[in-house]
T-cell receptor, first 112, second 116 residues
Framework: KNQVEQSPQSLIILEGKNCTLQ??????????LRWYKQDTGRGPVSLTI?????NTKSNGRYTATLDADTKQSSLHITASQLSDSASYIC???????????FGAGTTVTVRA | NAGVTQTPKFRVLKTGQSMTLLCAQD?????MYWYRQDPGMGLRLIHY???????AKGEVPDGYNVSRLKKQNFLLGLESAAPSQTSVYFC???????????????FGPGTRLTVL
């Protein structure tokens, strides 16, 4: 069973609109959570990282939130652009080793 | 500064053939990783290395071997390819050290492998 579940699997939004992606995890003991962006045909690139004590982190139009009590995170994209079309992957790290647990990703398509 | 590079970008093999995927990084990172990415699934760790001359098994190591003879290179080998190994393979590296638990992993562009 995957320890990192993402929803929705995919979504389509119009340029300029906002959207929110969800990530639920069961990874324990928790160290940090990253959101990666993966463009088609490319490797993932880190957007944000949050540790246990952080509940929000922004990177431009991307804002990530973390609720360590409920083990949930979200990634909010504001004023979407065509270049936001990509897969967004939630990645959770354990505090006892350096291995990562990856979600399956949410594919975002931004239409003009 | 090229970051993480992978060779080749695409490859088609017949069942039973062998091949080696090459990963190179120019960031002087200690840790290197090989993942596979399949549709509808998260990236899965095949093998990893925490330093030159060391390797260890990840989540899905069967059918693969690795070597880390030089710090900057990490090779992934398939001795006898099977259709189940059709996938996109990603190499990654991270600095390691005392902050290794917070280290970002930097990914290469991937190798798309098809086994017929």
């Amino acid at each position: 069973k995957n320890q990192v579940e993402q929803s929705p699997q995919s979504l389509i939004i119009l340029e300029g609109k906002n959207c929110t992606l969800q990530c639920n995890y069961t990874v324990s003991p928790f160290s940090n959570l990253r959101w990666y962006k993966q463009d088609t045909g490319r490797g993932p690139v880190s957007l944000t990282i949050m540790t246990f004590s952080e509940n929000t982190k922004s990177n431009g139009r991307y804002t990530a939130t973390l609720d360590a009590d409920t083990k949930q995170s979200s990634l909010h994209i504001t004023a979407s652009q065509l270049s936001d079309s990509a897969s967004y992957i939630c990645v959770v790290s354990r505090s006892n080793d350096y291995k990562l647990s990856f979600g399956a990703g949410t594919t975002v398509t931004v239409r003009a | 500064n090229a970051g993480v590079t992978q060779t080749p970008k695409f490859r088609v093999l017949k069942t039973g053939q062998s091949m080696t995927l090459l990963c190179a990084q120019d960031m002087n990172h200690e840790y290197m990783y090989w993942y596979r990415q399949d549709p509808g699934m998260g990236l899965r760790l095949i093998h990893y290395s925490v330093g030159e001359g060391t390797t260890a098994k990840g989540e899905v190591p069967d059918g693969y071997n690795v070597s880390r003879l030089k710090k900057q290179n990490f090779l992934l080998g398939l001795e006898s390819a099977a259709p189940s190994q059709t996938s996109v393979y990603f190499c990654a590296s991270s600095p390691g050290g005392v902050l290794k638990l917070y280290n970002e992993q930097f990914f290469g562009p991937g190798t798309r492998l098809t086994v017929l």
